[in-house]
């Protein structure tokens, strides 16, 4: 199966399954998980389900394209259900069916694995799910999120598109994936993955990488104030990887990473805050009547 | 006879998670039961990845009636000319009986009123529906969680439950979980063979389970894999690198275990043994295998000797499946040790000296500098050490050169992916750049001991910069303010201070601690100003530090409490036990022999009779010969003169050097009991508490001395009889 059939299969299968497909957000971030999509949508008590393909830039993850398992950037499908449902395993293991692979031709395992974001002041419990002892999906019942408890909770399915692809179609190395049977993974990313890790392993300047961090951070604080998260978490998704940057550079000392992990945590908090707030403002819409009605009760009694 | 089920279905739980909860699960079981007069045979608890189960068998139908009598008011207040009183009437109202039925007894304090109460054993079932959400609610775990839209919070989310008394379900429902749980006779097979499986009655549980491919029993399961992995190892004539929490990890790992045995690329046993089998084990959980009998260099870059290119490990698939599963197995141990293969390259394009450098970029803590600051800290004390400890020229270069790169690997690719291997590559990158072997092995060794029962370095230069490494971490942080409280010890400052102990031990080096750390706090201060630490000050905390930290290893190690104190507790002066650990050891260890021999309580009993009477003179603690402070003028029996002989023998035994003069003392003790009963008891004693007050001060100092002389071995005070 071609790596572009994944993502359409994926598609196909969740959006048969009620999720709203999306497409991936126009901001660098290290994980599917800080797309709005989830970081915001895992927040309150509005029902959500949501699956959309995600780039990922992980800067320190870069290999020049030598390394067969390893780039700086590379895909997340990734699902998001709220509240989480029974059967969500069987459900998972049913879209890996139509991906191709037969549970009983295999021995698919979920081990425990739990997440924690020490930058978004999220953590949840779940599982990586083994593959023949290879990792391809994170399964994670979100428990908290911006600091905020999540109430109710969702679950989290991010799949490794390349390592599935890989095994689906055989090969080696993510270079050599077929992406629609004429052109490879390779042929599309190479020359970005290559020139990518130039710039965050040599080329990119740390003084001003430190710069636009101190510009983004400020950013992100008046807009947090100004009751505006939806762009407050566009900054603060860009100190994140202006951050990784600056790791890749090797100039962030245990301590100083330590410090401005916890002030982008800040960050982040007041984000979700701000965003439960808005949602409340607007009488939380997508709740049914029924919820609604169901979530004034107690409050009313 | 009836026997229990209760199996809580859930999707896949930590590994860890039965271990941690069947034990509770069956002591709530037990109490509870007990509590409510619910007589039973054997409990097991068992668990898969999916469930965990409670057994009970041997249950009565209902609980055990429960007869008592209950006393009540006085017999003249609850009766007033034979008619029940208020007080009376309430009592029985509580007591569940007619006022009619109380009767009048005598007890000691005079008649008063009874009731004999029957209360009725409930039927089992009702007790146990009663029950079941309340233990499932009680369990304890890390990291619990919530699921849905519900309130209830676990481990994982339960999915089912099964609750049988025989074949009857007890009716239970799990509030709070979303969706409602409510108990049935239906349990889940293997995932792959059945969704749904009834369990006709509890007593056919195990084999219900079996037919659609889950051995649920644990301790089977653990045994399967257990001489699955000998036997395929055998086959191999190989060792399996099996840890018990590897091996535990695997049996809460699958329901139905399946040994599957793979192969390792030749080509990858190009990279250490170590890493190769911590990828194995920590990654991926697969049973390295030790050729057997080989001789493993600690410095092979190597894995060639030292391990087999196959491995095993513990499926959970379908048989038919078994190929599939060894591919795509070895499949994934390939590409993570090209990964690995790649750091090793990428840390060898490095020279490790370079990377010294670059740990001026990485922070140790905060005021501390930067690790490149530790390493020179920690250079100089190698220096200080190695000029205590004399141990030759070639010791010293390789401790100093050793010293000197011992943290380069820190900043390596291959320890920033394996922390664990710390020291074992760096150790191994310098033997190949050249470096002599002793070099290489003292970086490995520094590290060592990692923690209680670890190897301890094995060459001098190992153990000298080992000691180093940890005086550092000791003085750095001491100086930083932060000290070690309770269970909180973030840097490991205990650990520390028994690894540098056992290593003194281990060496027999004599080290003036005292005077090193005297030496060590006065350098701190001048190189972290900013902490503005007293020196002095700072050398006695730490001093007392490694003084407890003396006495809690002795103890761990078995030297009995009040020996130990004896050596080396607050009653022995802090110089006495720091100027030279290796002594206070050596002590403690004579003590012990000789309680274990029967030959402590002879020696005591002399030492605690002087010492006694010693208490009422002034002599001071530190005078061991007679010379000078008693006068055989001023003697008016001969068993004063005897007594003057023992300590005239006793002198120079106390006063010299080695560790054998302390059995040659012990043993001079006891044999002048003799001597010294003499002088208390029978026709040749005397009176010590003389009106002569220089007689007296003489006698005492006679006494005296030998406290003296006897406390060079021990504080015989802190001794029990």
């Given at each position: 199966?071609?790596?572009?059939?994944?993502?359409?299969?994926?598609?196909?299968?969740?959006?048969?399954?009620?999720?709203?497909?999306?497409?991936?957000?126009?901001?660098?971030?290290?994980?599917?998980t800080?797309?709005?999509?989830?970081?915001?949508?895992?927040?309150?008590?509005?029902?959500?389900?949501?699956?959309?393909?995600?780039?990922?830039?992980?800067?320190?993850?870069?290999?020049?394209?030598?390394n067969?398992?390893?780039?700086?950037?590379?895909?997340?499908y990734?699902?998001?259900?709220?509240?989480?449902?029974?059967?969500?395993?069987?459900?998972?293991?049913?879209?890996?069916?139509?991906?191709?692979i037969?549970?009983?031709?295999?021995?698919?395992r979920?081990?425990?694995d739990?997440?924690?974001?020490?930058?978004?002041?999220?953590?949840?419990?779940?599982?990586?799910?083994?593959?023949?002892?290879?990792?391809?999906?994170?399964?994670?019942y979100?428990?908290?999120?911006?600091?905020?408890?999540?109430?109710p909770?969702?679950?989290?399915?991010?799949?490794?598109?390349?390592?599935?692809?890989?095994?689906?179609?055989?090969?080696?190395?993510?270079?050599?994936?077929?992406?629609?049977g004429?052109?490879?993974?390779?042929?599309?990313?190479?020359?970005?993955?290559?020139?990518?890790?130039?710039?965050?392993?040599?080329?990119?300047?740390?003084?001003?990488?430190k710069?636009?961090?101190?510009?983004?951070?400020?950013?992100?604080?008046?807009?947090?104030?100004?009751?505006?998260?939806?762009?407050?978490?566009?900054?603060?998704?860009?100190?994140?990887?202006?951050?990784?940057?600056?790791?890749?550079?090797?100039?962030?000392?245990?301590?100083?990473?330590?410090?401005?992990?916890?002030?982008?945590?800040?960050?982040?908090?007041?984000?979700?805050?701000?965003?439960?707030?808005?949602?409340?403002?607007?009488?939380?819409?997508?709740?049914?009547?029924?919820?609604r009605?169901?979530?004034?009760?107690?409050l009313?009694? | 006879?009836?026997?229990?089920?209760?199996?809580?279905?859930?999707?896949?739980?930590?590994?860890?998670?039965?271990?941690?909860?069947?034990?509770?699960?069956?002591?709530?079981?037990?109490?509870?039961?007990?509590?409510?007069?619910?007589?039973?045979?054997?409990?097991?608890?068992?668990?898969?990845?999916?469930?965990?189960?409670?057994?009970?068998?041997?249950?009565?139908?209902?609980?055990?009636?429960?007869?008592?009598?209950?006393?009540?008011?006085?017999?003249?207040?609850?009766?007033?000319?034979?008619?029940?009183?208020?007080?009376?009437?309430?009592?029985?109202?509580?007591?569940?009986?007619?006022?009619?039925?109380?009767?009048?007894?005598?007890?000691?304090?005079?008649p008063?009123?009874?009731?004999?109460?029957?209360?009725?054993?409930?039927?089992?079932?009702?007790?146990?529906?009663?029950?079941?959400?309340?233990?499932?609610?009680?369990?304890?775990?890390?990291?619990?969680?919530?699921?849905?839209?519900?309130?209830?919070?676990?481990?994982?989310?339960?999915?089912?439950?099964?609750?049988?008394?025989?074949?009857?379900?007890?009716?239970?429902?799990?509030?709070?979980?979303?969706p409602?749980v409510?108990?049935?006779?239906?349990?889940?097979?293997?995932?792959?063979?059945?969704?749904?499986?009834?369990?006709?009655?509890?007593?056919?549980?195990?084999?219900?389970?079996?037919?659609?491919?889950?051995?649920?029993?644990?301790?089977?399961?653990?045994?399967?894999?257990?001489?699955?992995?000998?036997?395929?190892?055998?086959?191999?004539?190989?060792?399996?690198?099996?840890?018990?929490?590897?091996?535990?990890?695997?049996?809460?790992?699958?329901?139905?275990?399946?040994?599957?045995?793979?192969?390792?690329?030749?080509?990858?046993?190009?990279?250490?043994?170590?890493?190769?089998?911590?990828?194995?084990?920590?990654?991926?959980?697969?049973?390295?295998?030790?050729?057997?009998?080989?001789?493993?260099?600690?410095?092979?870059?190597?894995?060639?000797?030292?391990?087999?290119?196959?491995?095993?490990?513990?499926?959970?698939?379908?048989?038919?499946?078994?190929?599939?599963?060894?591919?795509?197995?070895?499949?994934?141990?390939?590409?993570?040790?090209?990964?690995?293969?790649?750091?090793?390259?990428?840390?060898?394009a490095?020279?490790?000296?370079?990377?010294?450098?670059?740990?001026?970029?990485?922070?140790?803590?905060?005021?501390?500098?930067?690790?490149?600051?530790?390493?020179?800290?920690?250079e100089?004390?190698?220096?200080?050490?190695?000029?205590?400890?004399?141990?030759?020229?070639?010791?010293?270069?390789?401790?100093?050169?050793?010293?000197?790169?011992?943290?380069?690997?820190?900043?390596?690719?291959?320890?920033?992916?394996?922390?664990?291997?710390?020291?074992?590559?760096?150790?191994?990158?310098?033997?190949?750049e050249?470096?002599?072997r002793?070099?290489?092995?003292?970086?490995?060794?520094?590290?060592?001991?990692?923690?209680?029962?670890?190897?301890?370095?094995?060459?001098?230069?190992?153990?000298?910069?080992?000691?180093?490494?940890?005086?550092?971490?000791?003085?750095?942080?001491?100086?930083?303010?932060?000290?070690?409280?309770?269970?909180?010890?973030?840097?490991?400052?205990?650990?520390?201070?028994?690894?540098?102990?056992?290593?003194?031990?281990?060496?027999?080096?004599?080290?003036?601690?005292?005077?090193?750390?005297?030496?060590?706090?006065?350098?701190?201060?001048?190189?972290?100003?900013h902490?503005?630490?007293?020196?002095?000050?700072?050398?006695?905390?730490?001093?007392?530090?490694?003084?407890?930290?003396?006495v809690?290893?002795?103890?761990?190690?078995?030297?009995?409490?009040?020996?130990?104190?004896?050596?080396?507790g607050?009653?022995?002066?802090?110089?006495?036990?720091?100027?030279?650990?290796?002594?206070?050891?050596?002590?403690?260890?004579?003590?012990?022999?000789?309680?274990a021999?029967?030959?402590?309580?002879?020696?005591?009993?002399v030492?605690?009779?002087?010492?006694?009477?010693?208490e009422?003179?002034?002599?001071?603690?530190?005078?061991?010969?007679?010379?000078?402070?008693?006068?055989?003028?001023?003697?008016?029996?001969?068993?004063?003169?005897?007594?003057?002989?023992?300590?005239?023998?006793?002198?120079?035994?106390?006063?010299?050097?080695?560790?054998?003069?302390?059995?040659?003392?012990?043993?001079?003790?006891?044999?002048?009991?003799?001597?010294?009963?003499?002088?208390?008891?029978?026709?040749?004693?005397?009176?010590?508490?003389?009106?002569?007050?220089?007689?007296?001060?003489?006698?005492?100092?006679?006494?005296?001395?030998?406290?003296n002389?006897?406390?060079?071995?021990?504080?015989?005070?802190?001794?029990?009889?």
């Amino acid at each position: 199966m071609h790596f572009q059939d994944i993502i359409q299969t994926l598609n196909r299968f969740w959006a048969e399954r009620g999720c709203l497909i999306l497409q991936p957000y126009d901001t660098e971030k290290g994980a599917g998980t800080m797309s709005p999509h989830t970081v915001l949508r895992a927040i309150g008590p509005e029902p959500w389900a949501v699956a959309y393909p995600e780039p990922c830039r992980r800067p320190t993850d870069g290999r020049y394209g030598d390394n067969p398992n390893r780039a700086q950037h590379y895909f997340q499908y990734q699902v998001l259900i709220k509240p989480s449902p029974d059967g969500i395993q069987e459900t998972y293991l049913a879209s890996l069916e139509a991906l191709g692979i037969r549970a009983a031709d295999h021995d698919i395992r979920f081990v425990e694995d739990n997440w924690e974001s020490p930058t978004l002041g999220a953590w949840g419990v779940g599982w990586e799910v083994w593959l023949d002892g290879m990792e391809v999906t994170q399964f994670t019942y979100f428990q908290q999120c911006g600091g905020i408890d999540c109430r109710p909770v969702s679950i989290e399915i991010t799949y490794g598109l390349e390592r599935l692809a890989m095994y689906l179609q055989d090969v080696e190395s993510i270079w050599d994936l077929s992406w629609d049977g004429n052109r490879s993974y390779g042929d599309i990313w190479l020359p970005f993955e290559k020139g990518q890790c130039t710039y965050n392993f040599e080329a990119s300047n740390p003084e001003r990488l430190k710069q636009l961090f101190a510009i983004y951070e400020a950013e992100a604080a008046d807009l947090v104030a100004a009751k505006l998260p939806a762009p407050a978490l566009d900054f603060v998704l860009k100190c994140s990887h202006t951050f990784n940057l600056l790791e890749a550079r090797g100039v962030i000392s245990v301590t100083e990473r330590t410090a401005t992990i916890g002030r982008i945590r800040n960050l982040a908090r007041q984000v979700a805050e701000a965003w439960l707030a808005e949602r409340e403002a607007l009488g939380f819409p997508l709740l049914s009547e029924a919820q609604r009605a169901a979530l004034a009760a107690p409050l009313a009694a | 006879m009836s026997t229990f089920l209760l199996e809580i279905g859930t999707e896949e739980l930590p590994a860890d998670f039965a271990r941690l909860a069947l034990p509770q699960l069956e002591q709530l079981v037990r109490r509870d039961l007990a509590e409510q007069r619910l007589s039973h045979g054997v409990v097991t608890t068992t668990s898969t990845p999916r469930r965990i189960a409670l057994l009970v068998e041997g249950l009565p139908a209902a609980a055990a009636d429960l007869e008592e009598e209950r006393k009540g008011p006085p017999a003249g207040q609850a009766f007033k000319d034979g008619v029940p009183t208020p007080a009376a009437i309430g009592f029985a109202k509580r007591c569940g009986v007619a006022p009619e039925a109380l009767e009048l007894r005598d007890t000691p304090k005079g008649p008063f009123a009874f009731a004999r109460v029957l209360e009725r054993g409930r039927a089992t079932s009702a007790v146990l529906a009663e029950h079941i959400p309340q233990w499932i609610g009680a369990l304890q775990g890390r990291r619990f969680m919530r699921w849905g839209e519900g309130e209830s919070r676990f481990s994982r989310p339960v999915r089912w439950l099964v609750a049988l008394l025989d074949a009857a379900v007890i009716p239970v429902t799990l509030q709070g979980s979303d969706p409602e749980v409510s108990a049935g006779n239906t349990s889940r097979g293997h995932r792959l063979l059945a969704d749904a499986v009834t369990i006709p009655s509890a007593g056919a549980y195990a084999e219900s389970l079996a037919a659609v491919g889950v051995q649920v029993d644990r301790t089977g399961r653990a045994a399967v894999i257990r001489s699955a992995v000998l036997e395929a190892a055998a086959a191999l004539g190989a060792r399996p690198d099996l840890p018990d929490d590897l091996f535990d990890e695997l049996t809460d790992l699958v329901e139905a275990p399946l040994l599957i045995e793979g192969s390792v690329a030749e080509q990858s046993l190009a990279l250490p043994p170590e890493v190769l089998s911590t990828v194995m084990r920590a990654h991926q959980r697969y049973v390295p295998l030790y050729r057997s009998g080989a001789a493993s260099d600690p410095l092979a870059l190597d894995a060639r000797d030292a391990l087999l290119p196959r491995f095993l490990c513990i499926g959970n698939g379908l048989p038919a499946a078994s190929d599939t599963v060894r591919r795509g197995n070895e499949r994934v141990l390939k590409a993570r040790l090209a990964d690995a293969e790649f750091f090793v390259q990428a840390d060898r394009a490095v020279p490790s000296i370079d990377r010294r450098d670059r740990l001026a970029r990485v922070t140790f803590a905060e005021g501390l500098g930067s690790l490149l600051d530790r390493v020179e800290r920690l250079e100089w004390l190698t220096d200080v050490l190695l000029e205590q400890l004399e141990l030759g020229a070639a010791t010293g270069d390789h401790a100093r050169r050793a010293a000197h790169l011992c943290k380069h690997d820190l900043v390596s690719q291959m320890v920033g992916e394996f922390p664990e291997l710390q020291g074992v590559m760096g150790g191994k990158y310098l033997l190949a750049e050249g470096e002599p072997r002793a070099v290489a092995l003292a970086v490995l060794e520094h590290y060592l001991p990692r923690g209680a029962g670890d190897d301890l370095p094995s060459s001098d230069a190992g153990a000298v910069v080992a000691l180093a490494e940890r005086l550092e971490l000791l003085l750095s942080i001491y100086a930083k303010g932060e000290r070690p409280s309770g269970s909180s010890d973030p840097y490991a400052l205990r650990r520390a201070g028994n690894g540098l102990l056992q290593i003194l031990w281990e060496r027999g080096w004599s080290l003036d601690l005292q005077a090193l750390l005297r030496r060590a706090t006065a350098h701190w201060a001048q190189l972290l100003p900013h902490f503005q630490v007293e020196a002095p000050a700072l050398a006695m905390e730490l001093a007392e530090f490694l003084r407890q930290r003396l006495v809690s290893l002795l103890e761990e190690q078995g030297v009995d409490g009040d020996l130990v104190q004896a050596v080396a507790g607050e009653g022995v002066a802090l110089e006495r036990v720091l100027s030279d650990p290796a002594d206070a050891r050596q002590r403690a260890d004579l003590l012990a022999a000789l309680r274990a021999s029967g030959e402590l309580a002879g020696v005591q009993a002399v030492v605690t009779r002087a010492a006694r009477l010693a208490e009422k003179g002034s002599l001071d603690a530190a005078v061991l010969s007679p010379a000078g402070v008693v006068d055989g003028a001023l003697f008016e029996k001969p068993s004063e003169g005897a007594m003057l002989q023992v300590l005239e023998q006793l002198q120079p035994i106390a006063a010299g050097g080695g560790a054998a003069r302390y059995a040659e003392l012990a043993r001079a003790l006891a044999a002048s009991r003799d001597t010294l009963a003499a002088f208390f008891d029978g026709e040749q004693s005397v009176m010590v508490m003389a009106d002569d007050p220089a007689v007296r001060t003489n006698r005492l100092h006679l006494l005296g001395v030998l406290r003296n002389q006897a406390s060079v071995l021990a504080d015989f005070s802190r001794i029990a009889g």
